[in-house]
């Protein structure tokens, strides 16, 4: 191999091992490799920025405004009203997947799972079901109904775009939805009747049944007409009238480490722990003040909005305490109360550093919403009051949007013009704040697919291509096209898990293309292979984006999604290699 070769291997290498650690942003990372083909003169400065003009980036950019729409208008409303009357946990899962699948095919996948968590948590909480047994397959569903089109996930016109760039027939909208669809409902079946058993069954709580304390940490304040006033905190049973569970009494600045007997005094701060409905409830009756809302919370009177909202992975909120992450001053927001899984917290709330996956509970003004669902370093789980659109709105965003899926799907439009005059429509129409389309585009992704797509350029380029296949076919051997296709395929799975589903389609469509000129048959079989096996990732939370939202919410440890995501992979790759062949023949008819 050449020296561009070998350096080449040296930054896809380099590139797996950040993608896998997670330790630099996606987008940062193909900034770092873009960088690197360039000053080393791998590619020109002109094939280094096509990717930014790529189709596919601009097709991704457009969806997610469709997506947006669709989110902000309250399309998805009167179906998580119908799903909140469910009250069988297995039911629930059952219905999650049916209807998430279907919506995964044209919604964006993380604007789906992030529109359901809500739900699916409150269902949980009131049937005392562990959330675990429910949003792992969920976030399954959305996967599958993703590869269902082409539109479906970025992976998917990604491939198609590089396909084209090989001299390949574009995919059609609706081309993969036959295999898509048998594949979903093989899914559901094996996740109803196998891996809804290999689901951690645990109720998260931090302390013995006996003990119960509920969630959620919150400060209170002795006000002057409280009637706990002069009680002891062991004479007030807490525990056994309100349900929640005393763990410090903070006194000026004063810590007081055994606080029961301690008298309590006006002023005086409780740092108590239960679930929030009973620690409101506490607050009311004992006529107590929430210290950190009296200190921080603005005046007027703006409505308020009550709103639990999680802390995101890989935000940089990560480590920081809630003084330095600025909730006040950003979004007028008061934090009034911490969740975090496995873990009874004794600090002030304002000194206690944040964590993956912690739950804070905050008093938000109304209008400050859409602000702060639109922050990635957060995921909203479910607020009190509805700020979503009016009805008329969310009928105009589903209009536009099977629109944009007709008129693509007839081929009366290229798939990037219909999107953006799609987005355009809705924008017109106010479905979504003039502000909104780009404080909620998810950008990471857009740098993501524009800087990385120059890497499968450089594998072409440099020779790695070949020399990849030549290695790969030795492997192989005489044992036809079809060993060569589930080759591509598993290592398409592999690499997905390990550095996400987007840059494993780059490297690996155009040694699919190449694959398939070496055993003389068709190549449209082999990337529709690496378009299913980087767009169905099961084995890892990192794997893909609803993944990892779901393994802090839901309470999982990493070994839970290989238990029952691996099976569900070789389910997936079984039913593809006896359908890829049949849909996408090897060696098709002339005409075909």
Not at 159 to 185: C, I, N, W, Y
Not at 302 to 330: K, T
Not at 524 to 544: K, L
């Amino acid at each position: 191999m050449s020296w561009q070769a070998w350096v080449t291997v040296a930054i896809i290498v380099a590139a797996m091992g950040m993608f896998a650690s997670e330790k630099v942003r996606i987008d940062l990372v193909a900034l770092i490799v873009l960088g690197a083909l360039v000053v080393l003169g791998i590619v020109s400065p002109v094939e280094a920025l096509s990717g930014f003009s790529n189709e596919a980036t601009v097709t991704v950019a457009a969806m997610f405004a469709l997506s947006l729409g669709i989110e902000r208008s309250g399309v998805l409303d009167p179906l998580t009203r119908l799903l909140m009357r469910i009250r069988r946990p297995w039911l629930l899962t059952l219905a999650m997947m049916l209807a998430i699948a279907p919506l995964g095919a044209f919604v964006k996948n993380i604007a789906l799972v992030a529109a359901f968590l809500p739900l699916a948590l409150r269902v949980c909480q009131r049937t005392g079901t562990s959330p675990a047994r429910v949003l792992m397959p969920m976030a399954y569903a959305a996967q599958m109904g993703g590869v269902c089109t082409l539109i479906g996930t970025s992976s998917n016109l990604l491939a198609d775009s590089l396909a084209q760039k090989h001299g390949m027939v574009p995919f059609g909208v609706f081309e993969f939805t036959r295999m898509g669809a048998v594949l979903a409902v093989a899914g559901i079946i094996y996740l109803m009747l196998i891996g809804r058993h290999l689901l951690p069954r645990h109720i998260d709580a931090a302390l013995p049944d006996d003990v119960e304390a509920g969630k959620y940490v919150a400060e209170l304040e002795i006000s002057d007409e409280s009637p706990l006033l002069g009680t002891a905190i062991a004479d007030a049973r807490l525990g056994e009238e309100f349900g929640v569970y005393p763990l410090e009494l903070l006194r000026g600045e004063r810590q007081m480490w055994s606080p029961r007997e301690q008298k309590l005094e006006a002023g005086d701060v409780l740092l108590v722990r239960g679930d929030w409905e009973k620690i409101e409830e506490f607050q009311r009756k004992a006529k107590l003040h929430n210290a950190p809302e009296r200190r921080y919370a603005p005046e007027g009177d703006q409505p308020r909005v009550l709103a639990q909202m999680m802390v995101a992975p890989a935000s940089p909120m990560e480590g920081r305490n809630l003084a330095e992450i600025g909730l006040d001053w950003r979004y007028g927001a008061t934090a009034l109360a911490l969740n975090r899984r496995g873990e009874v917290l004794r600090d002030k709330l304002s000194e206690t550093r944040l964590a993956v996956g912690d739950v804070l509970m905050v008093l938000v003004d109304e209008a400050t919403m859409p602000k702060l669902r639109n922050d990635e370093a957060f995921i909203v789980l479910n607020e009190r009051e509805d700020v979503r659109g009016m009805s008329r709105k969310a009928l105009l965003a589903a209009t536009i949007m099977a629109a944009v899926v007709l008129v693509s799907g007839m081929h009366w439009l290229p798939i990037p013009i219909a999107a953006l005059c799609g987005a355009v429509a809705m924008a017109l129409g106010g479905c979504f704040g003039r502000k909104d389309v780009y404080e909620g585009m998810d950008w990471k992704i857009i740098i993501l697919l524009g800087a990385i797509l120059p890497l499968g350029l450089a594998i072409e380029k440099t020779g790695l291509s070949a020399v990849v296949v030549t290695a790969a076919m030795h492997l192989v051997g005489g044992h036809g096209p079809l060993a060569a296709l589930l080759m591509v395929y598993l290592l398409t799975a592999l690499l997905t898990e390990l550095m996400g589903h987007n840059p494993s389609v780059v490297l690996m469509v155009g040694i699919a293309a190449t694959v398939a000129q070496a055993t003389h048959v068709d190549p449209r079989p082999f990337v529709v292979a690496v378009a299913f096996a980087a767009a169905t990732s099961f084995a890892t939370p990192v794997g893909y984006p609803t993944n990892t939202m779901v393994y802090y919410a839901g309470g999982y440890r990493f070994t839970d999604f290989m238990k029952v995501g691996i099976p569900l992979i070789a389910l997936f790759c079984a039913l593809s290699m006896w359908l890829i062949p049949i849909f996408w023949p090897f060696h098709p008819l002339p005409g075909h």
